[in-house]
């Protein structure tokens, strides 16, 4: 009789043993994506509370209208105008790789343009990066899916892409938001034209 109640005491002690141990994984498991969902909180905030990046995105998603400019890129007004009307010939304009400087002369906006893409093509390196380290998922950070299939509808952005060094961080970025399991991966916005056309049209 006392070696049964030995085992059955053996038993209780090494099946709480392994509740322990599980309820001990799983908070560690919690504890880590809390600390995933925070790091990225962290870059969408940077993101969110800069209005030169927020520019950037409104570049990119309108076809025209007046533009708020942040504080940052009204220098480059002569007037320190609070807004631009957004010009896609413009745009497109901007992007060439091979503008020249007395091109950029042209148009306060084209400078304007330049400067707000190239903050918001570093920003997505920074989360290129953090994925790649594993700072965070591409579940924890589900909104960059969309602009990832945005980049991939501006046509006239792809040659900056190249031309200036984003374009592994780019295509890092599509791996993982458009072939990977991702509420983006089967998004398709229509490629934006609009800039080519009215480029032809100039």
Known sequence: MPS????????????????GGGVAL??????????RAEFANTYLKDFNNSPELVF?????DWNGGKLVLPDSLRPYLSDGAHFIQHDRRIFAKALRPD??????DTDPRIQ?????????????????????????SVADMQDVGYWVATIQS????HPFIIAYGYQENIEKL???YRRKQSPYKNWVFPINV???RNEVGK
């Open 154 to 157: 501006e046509v006239v952005l």
């Open 26 to 35: 799983f908070n560690s498991w919690k504890a880590a994506s809390w600390k």
């Open 99 to 104: 503008l020249t400087i007395d091109e950029m």
């Open 56 to 60: 950037a995105g409104r570049c990119l």
């Open 112 to 136: 304007i343009y330049r400067t707000s893409m190239d903050s918001f093509l570093s920003w997505l390196c920074l989360v290129t990066s953090a994925l790649d380290r594993k700072l965070f």
């Open 174 to 176: 599509i791996r993982y």
């Open 4 to 19: 049964e109640t030995a085992t059955a005491i053996a038993y209780v002690g090494a099946f709480v043993g392994l509740v």
């Open 194 to 196: 609009e800039s080519k």
